[in-house]
């Protein structure tokens, strides 16, 4: 059987990296539609409504998602001070690098949006906008 072939726009692919560049100065918070739970091993069982993906993410990146539970949202830099605690062998150059594929990787997946002082942006706005925008030309 012949694995069927994905097109994605390049157009969605462009507005997502223009995104990511920006994501160390932007706030990151909890999609409230998200459902999780803390197991005892410090994991998080997670369900995404939205993908549709059941997750179980990791103590270190249930710790981080934890963080962006605050309703005011989360500075990469609080999550920084706070994993810096919480891990303080750890070089920060590699907490740097490992927070930031983390906070990417839970927008990229859906379950945080990013907000600045101007809007809020979910994976999933970012794909619906450009779609708009096809359609817009395309009429």
Same mark, same amino acid.
């Given at each position: ?12 692919? *462009? ?5 990511? @560049? ?9 999609? @409230?539609?998200? *459902? ?16 549709? @993906? ?13 963080? #962006? ?14 994993? *810096?605690?919480?891990?303080? #062998? ?29 809007? *809020? ?19």
């Amino acid at each position: 059987m012949k694995e069927e072939e994905i097109y994605v726009d390049p157009q969605i692919v *462009k507005n997502i990296a223009e995104t990511l @560049k920006n994501i160390q100065k932007m706030k990151v918070k909890q999609d @409230k539609r998200v *459902k999780w739970r803390r197991e005892n091993d410090g994991r998080i069982i997670t369900f995404n409504p939205i993908t549709g @993906k059941i997750c179980v993410m990791n103590p270190t990146l249930a710790e981080i998602y934890v963080m #962006t539970k605050n309703p005011k949202g989360c500075t990469f830099e609080t999550l920084i001070r706070a994993l *810096k605690q919480r891990f303080p #062998t750890i070089d920060e150059k590699q907490l740097r690098s490992d927070a930031l594929r983390a906070v990417t990787w839970l927008f990229i997946n859906g379950f945080v949006y990013l907000e600045d002082t101007s809007k *809020k942006i979910h994976i999933v706005d970012v794909i619906i906008e450009v779609s708009n925008q096809k359609r817009g030309l395309r009429q």
